[in-house]
C-alpha cells in the first residue's frame, strides 16, 4: 500500500482530483455503495427538518468531498511545506504556544473534519522549536494499512505518533522530560460499549463520547483545544484553535467532553459536507446499553 502511495503521491494535484471525480466518486458511491445506507440513515436522523431531496443532494456532496479526501491525503505524502502553508492556514499558532508553556502541554480535540490528516502539519508551524507535536492514533488491523497511515503522519507532523494504548505511559515520560508538547485526539469516534460514560443530544440524536481526553488533560494539567476546521474551497482549509479550558481542574466532569460535543456538532452544521459519515456513529442506543 505504501509503495502504491509514494507512486501515486507524485501525481500533481489537478490530476488526483480528476480521478477522484471520474473513478473514486463514481465506483464509491455507485459500484461498491461504499456505507451508503449508513449514510443515508445518519444523515436522515441528523436532519430531520431536510427533505428527501435535499439529504441525497448533501450525500453525494460527502462523497464527492470523501473522495477528494483519499487523494489529498495521498498527495499530501510529497507536498512541499510551502505548498502545505498556502492549502492549509492555522489563524492563532499564538494561542497554542502560549498554552503549551504555561500548561507544559496542550490537547487538540478535533473530528474528522475535512482534511483531518493535513492537521498534523500544525507541528512544523511553531515559532519555538521547543515544543513538540504527537498525534494519538488506533493502531490499524491490517499491517500495510498501519505502515502507510503511520508514514503519512511522521511525513507531515512535526512529532510522532503514539498508539493509544501507549499513550498514558509516553505522557508520563514526556512529562518527566519537561518539554512543551501537544497532541492531537480525533475524539469523535463512538466509545466502545463500556467505556460510554458521557452522553449528550448530538444531532438530534443521544450519543456517547469518548472522555479520555478530558480524563488525562484533568490528571495532567494540560490545556484543551478544540480545531475548528473550515475549507474555503476545494484542496484549501483553515484551522482556529478554540479554548475550551486553560484549568482543567477547575471544571465539573464531563464538563469538557461536553463542551468538544456542542463545538463539534456546530462546526458540522456550518459545513456538514465535510464531516465523516460513514462512521457508525449511532451503531447502539444508550437504553440498549444500560438495559
Avoid at 512541499?80 to 498556502?86: A, G, P, Q, Y
Avoid at 456542542?262 to 452544521?269: D, K, M, P
Wanted: net charge positive; charged share 25%.
Amino acid at each position: 500500500m505504501l509503495f502504491l502511495i509514494r507512486i501515486l503521491s507524485r501525481l500533481p494535484l489537478p490530476l488526483l482530483y480528476f480521478v477522484a471525480d471520474v473513478l473514486v466518486y463514481p465506483v464509491m458511491y455507485y459500484v461498491v455503495r461504499y456505507r451508503r445506507a449508513i449514510v443515508a440513515k445518519n444523515l436522515r436522523m441528523s436532519f430531520p427538518e431536510k427533505s428527501d431531496k435535499q439529504r441525497q443532494e448533501l450525500e453525494r456532496q460527502f462523497y464527492r468531498r470523501f473522495a477528494s479526501t483519499i487523494v489529498e491525503i495521498i498527495y499530501g505524502y510529497r507536498i512541499s511545506d510551502e505548498e502545505m502553508r498556502e492549502r492549509f492556514v492555522f489563524e492563532n499558532v499564538e494561542v497554542v504556544e502560549e498554552l503549551a508553556h504555561r500548561n507544559k502541554g496542550v490537547f487538540f480535540m478535533l473530528g474528522h473534519l475535512g482534511n483531518w490528516e493535513w492537521i498534523a502539519d500544525i507541528g512544523k508551524r511553531y515559532t519555538d522549536s521547543s515544543i513538540k507535536e504527537y498525534n494519538v492514533y488506533r493502531q490499524q488491523k491490517s499491517a500495510s494499512a498501519d505502515k502507510a497511515m503511520l508514514a503519512l503522519r511522521h511525513k507531515r507532523g512535526g512529532g510522532g505518533c503514539i498508539e493509544k494504548k501507549q499513550l498514558l505511559r509516553q505522557l508520563v515520560a514526556m512529562r518527566r522530560a519537561d518539554n512543551p508538547i501537544t497532541i492531537g485526539l480525533i475524539s469523535d469516534q463512538k466509545p466502545s460499549p463500556r467505556n460510554a460514560h458521557v452522553w449528550t443530544t448530538f444531532l438530534h440524536q443521544e450519543t456517547a463520547f469518548l472522555d479520555g481526553g478530558e480524563v488525562l488533560a484533568r490528571k495532567f494539567g494540560y490545556a484543551v483545544t478544540y480545531v475548528h476546521v473550515e475549507s474555503p474551497k476545494r484542496g484549501y482549509y483553515r484551522a482556529r484553535f478554540e479554548v475550551i479550558t486553560d484549568n482543567p481542574a477547575a471544571t465539573n466532569p464531563t464538563d469538557i467532553t461536553l463542551a468538544y460535543a456542542r463545538l463539534l456538532e456546530q462546526n458540522i452544521l456550518e459545513s456538514p459536507e465535510l464531516w465523516l459519515w460513514t462512521h457508525n456513529r449511532w451503531k447502539w442506543s444508550r437504553k440498549e446499553l444500560e438495559g
